[in-house]
């Protein structure tokens, strides 16, 4: 069983910045590909980045491409996620997630562990 805990959510205005942290417990994460996705009241958890066990492979949606950074640091069971330039539209909970298969997917259905997420709200 992993355990995830998000921080780093909170107000900022647009074109601010934001550094989400998602810290693993439970056992080692090394393995696991980890995920941010979003959600926002009415609509179905929309899929932010992911990252392979060694962060050599990532994938972004189009929405946050060159503006969001996904990082993570095994030895510290911790996974980032760098916001910048962020919109209005960005404003959602955000949530952390491990799939311990390892396998790099964009469909929260494949994930296997979630944080209790965090909010962000982006003022203009």
């Known amino acids: 069983q992993v355990q995830l805990v998000e921080s780093g959510g909170g107000l900022v205005q647009a074109g601010g910045s934001l550094r989400l942290s998602c810290a693993a417990s439970?056992?080692?994460?090394?393995?696991?590909?980890m995920g941010w996705f979003r959600q926002t009241p009415g609509k179905e958890r929309e899929f932010v980045t992911a990252?392979?066990?060694?962060?050599?492979?990532?994938l972004y949606a189009d929405s946050v491409k060159g503006r969001f950074t996904i990082s993570r640091d095994n030895a510290k069971n911790t996974v980032y996620l760098q916001m910048n330039s962020l919109k209005p539209e960005d404003t959602a909970v955000y949530y952390c997630a491990a799939d311990r298969d390892g396998l790099l997917t964009t469909d929260f259905k494949n994930y296997d562990y979630w944080g209790q997420g965090t909010q962000v709200t982006v003022s203009l």
């Open positions: 439970g056992r080692t994460f090394g393995g696991y590909a």
């Open positions: 990252t392979n066990w060694s962060s050599k492979v990532t």
